[in-house]
DNA sequence: TTATGGTAGACTGTCGACAATCGACTATTG
DNA sequence: CAATAGTCGATTGTCGACAGTCTACCATAA
């Protein structure tokens, strides 16, 4: 059953506020002051401050001493060319490293993200959509057995999904996208994990490109 | 001339920690308190607390709710399939971007840092020579015109820094290491790019890597 | 004895208030 | 008029105190 965990106020108010970046609603260079959060959301500055610096460490804000913070702003070589090689690997070592350890337990996960998925492609929410992606995918960097591997996934996946989620290229492909993730999973099924090494990565590169994908890594 | 920039006590405390930690004085597990860490450094438990959330998200300690925090251990996998891997990608990306745009200032501090490490040599003074090491690839790091690649960088670099200054091998070879990063700024300045991107991996992979890896640990 | 429930101490989570700093505006002065 | 010094409001940096939570220990009862 569900594990009823206590979520201190830093937590659900880091969780609400990049809830609201990635969904546009706090758009780029958007100012935000200590006092005015803590007022709106009813909770102390200290509690403000400590999610201002976690979202800041996250790259989702950037804040200057004494002046203040303000949502970033991200460039689109800096996703491609930086966050997206990293997410890539950390998705494909995640993997490599908790496939084996996929139960039934996991793959029930799975299936409630893409159920997830259906009723928000019915309800036409994308915003939900993303929110189920999200939760895809950490379920697989979840199952990694270094714990510091979602930490690490953290604090690159979000700047990667700002960018998009203020594109609205999405829109259309929806049920692509879900039909992408439904052959991720049916790979992971089969327990091959080279194969599905080579599957997320594919999937997230196209995932990830406007429609023309032409980027090509290092090494 | 030098900057004479304000430091946060948040971030002065972060920086004292994170020395202790990477000079083996603060070991894996080693327990902290706020209060105690307040005292000890005559600052308020604010103060520490931010500094720990930081601490936290580089992942050189790990804290449960309620319970309190202790410093981080890391496993010989994480960093060598997780860890440099992300590392090297993002120095050589910096490198990359960062590279052309190197001038007579650039140059000027790694030659700083060069000095560092022979005096640093002739003191016997590890700490001194890590911290001469640090600065290095900082430099590369922060020159990348992508603001955002040196928070991930320190939001990784720690972590592979702490697992090898906790062991004792480098003892002997300060020297060649030394030799490494003079080879390293004399390629940059051939201007160079691929070479440039090559050497970095190459020195990176090296310098990471224990001679002869006979030491293993648990999780 | 063992299991249950409760109590105490230590510690973290949260709060409101005070101090330091910044930027813009204003006044003063040559 | 231009340059400088001073002031003010807004905002962040720091602090000490209170409230909530956990763990270990102890008492009590079957």
Redesign the interface.
Known sequence: MGKLE?I?MKDRLAAELRRKVLSGALPPHFRLTEQDLADEYGVSR?VV??TM??LE???LI?ST?YKGSEV?S??R??VS??LL??RI??EQ?ALK?GMPLFDADTFESFERVLVAMEQAIHHQDIEAFNEADMRFHAIIVDACP????R??WD??HP?IRMHFALQTGRTGALVEFLEDHRRLVEVFRTGDVLASIAAIKSHIIETNTPHLGLLDE??
Chains 1, 2 share one sequence.
């Not at 270094?146 to 591997?149: E, L, R, T, V």
């Open positions: 206590r201190s200290a401050r400590e610096l976690v460490l996250q790259g950037v001493p970033a991200i460039s070589t800096e060319e930086l090689p990293i690997h950390i070592y490293e270094i714990d510091s591997a930490g690490i604090s690159i700047r290092t090494h």
